[in-house]
């Protein structure tokens, strides 16, 4: 499984990006999903994360009703829309395919990871 996240970039404090998330083969719509990223310096923490059938998404307490995590299984690809981004949102971004169909916090749960998407966010 191979995937590819996309969607990162340089926005003002305040802006709006959104994530994506492709997966090579149809392999990940009976799994949930995963988003976390990694700051310099700091471990790989959670974001984000979705069930397979998209009806039940986790967040991290500082991202909620900032950020949307969504999927299409028909394309294979899931979304987190981000809003209102702070300078602390500063992270490389990836994604990730769970070994399971429930979402989870836990990074230990997840089995594929995509490389990374970098988002940088300027005050």
């Known amino acids: 499984v191979q995937l590819q996240a996309s969607g990162g970039g340089l926005v003002q404090t305040g802006g709006s990006l959104r994530l994506s998330c492709a997966a090579s083969?149809?392999?990940?719509?009976?799994?949930?999903m995963g988003w976390f990223r990694q700051a310099p310096g700091k471990e790989r923490e959670f974001v984000a994360s979705?069930?397979?059938?998209?009806?039940?998404?986790y967040y991290a307490d500082d991202v909620q009703g900032r950020f949307t995590f969504s999927r299409d299984n028909a394309k294979n690809t899931v979304y987190l829309q981000m809003n209102s981004l702070k300078p602390e949102d500063t992270a490389v971004y990836y994604c990730?395919?769970?070994?399971?169909?429930?979402?989870?916090?836990?990074?230990?749960?997840?089995?594929?990871w995509g490389q990374g998407t970098q988002v940088t966010v300027s005050s």
């Open positions: 979705i069930g397979w059938r998209g009806g039940t998404t």
């Open positions: 990730a395919v769970s070994r399971f169909s429930y979402p989870s916090r836990d990074r230990t749960n997840y089995a594929y």
């Open positions: 083969r149809r392999t990940n719509s009976n799994n949930a």
